[in-house]
T-cell receptor, first 112, second 112 residues
Framework: DQQVKQNSPSLSVQEGRISILNCDYTNSMFDYFLWYKKYPAEGPTFLISISSIKDKNEDGRFTVFLNKSAKHLSLHIVPSQPGDSAVYFCAASLLTGNQFYFGTGTSLTVIP | DVKVTQSSRYLVKRTGEKVFLECVQDMDHENMFWYRQDPGLGLRLIYFSYDVKMKEKGDIPEGYSVSREKKERFSLILESASTNQTSMYLC???????????FGSGTRLTVV
C-alpha cells in the first residue's frame, strides 16, 4: 500500500506564478520529509527537507510546509521559472530509520 | 564532488538474458538502494543493503537479486530479463536519513 501519495500527476503553471505541489502520507510516525527534483534521463536531486518539529522551511524560491495533523506537506515555488519544469517527488521517513518512502511524482511544466 | 556512478546510461537486452546493473559510490556510505521508476508508479524500491554482504528485499524484489561484496559497489541482477522489466533503474546511497539519498544518473533498460 502506498504510504506516500502525490495525487496530481501533472501541473502546468505560467512563468512567474506560484507552483504548489502536494503530498499526503498515511504513517503518522513519519517525522522527516524531503522533496526531490528529477529531469528526464537524470537521477533525482535533493531540493529541500523538513523535520516534524517544524511546520515550514524555506530555501530561496522553495518553501515546504508541513501539516502534521492532516498528514500533508506541500512545496511552493515562487516565482516559477521554465527551468523548474521537472518531475518532483516527495519522500518520507522515520528519523530513526534508514529508508525513504517515495510518492508517485508530479510533473511540473512552467510555461514561458 | 561526491558521486554515485551507474555503469550504463542505456541498455538494450533480449528476453531471457541475465543482466547486471552496476552502481559505485565514493562517499563511504553504509546504505545503498536500487529503485525502478515507471510512469504513474513513481520510485519503487527493489532491494537495499545496510552493509557489505547484507541485503533486504524492498517492495518489488521478484525477478531481481543483488550483490554487495564491497562497501562501495551494489549490483542489481536480473536473472532472466523480461519485457516488464523495461524501466529506468536508479541507484542511491546514504549515510542516514538526515542526509537524504544521493542518486546516480540512472540506467534506462529496454528488454526486447
Amino acid at each position: 500500500d502506498q504510504q506516500v501519495k502525490q495525487n496530481s500527476p501533472s501541473l502546468s503553471v505560467q512563468e512567474g506564478r506560484i507552483s504548489i505541489l502536494n503530498c499526503d502520507y498515511t504513517n503518522s510516525m513519519f517525522d522527516y520529509f524531503l522533496w526531490y527534483k528529477k529531469y528526464p534521463a537524470e537521477g533525482p536531486t535533493f531540493l529541500i527537507s523538513i523535520s516534524s518539529i517544524k511546520d515550514k522551511n524555506e530555501d530561496g524560491r522553495f518553501t515546504v510546509f508541513l501539516n502534521k495533523s492532516a498528514k500533508h506537506l506541500s512545496l511552493h515555488i515562487v516565482p516559477s521559472q521554465p527551468g523548474d519544469s521537472a518531475v518532483y517527488f516527495c519522500a518520507a521517513s522515520l528519523l530513526t530509520g534508514n529508508q525513504f518512502y517515495f510518492g508517485t511524482g508530479t510533473s511540473l511544466t512552467v510555461i514561458p | 564532488d561526491v558521486k554515485v556512478t551507474q555503469s550504463s546510461r542505456y541498455l538494450v537486452k533480449r528476453t531471457g538474458e541475465k543482466v547486471f546493473l552496476e552502481c559505485v559510490q565514493d562517499m563511504d556510505h553504509e546504505n545503498m538502494f536500487w529503485y525502478r521508476q515507471d510512469p504513474g508508479l513513481g520510485l519503487r524500491l527493489i532491494y537495499f543493503s545496510y552493509d557489505v554482504k547484507m541485503k533486504e528485499k524492498g517492495d518489488i524484489p521478484e525477478g531481481y537479486s543483488v550483490s554487495r561484496e564491497k562497501k562501495e559497489r551494489f549490483s542489481l541482477i536480473l536473472e532472466s530479463a523480461s519485457t516488464n522489466q523495461t524501466s529506468m533503474y536508479l541507484c542511491a546511497s546514504s549515510s542516514g536519513v538526515t542526509y537524504g539519498y544521493t542518486f546516480g544518473s540512472g540506467t534506462r533498460l529496454t528488454v526486447v
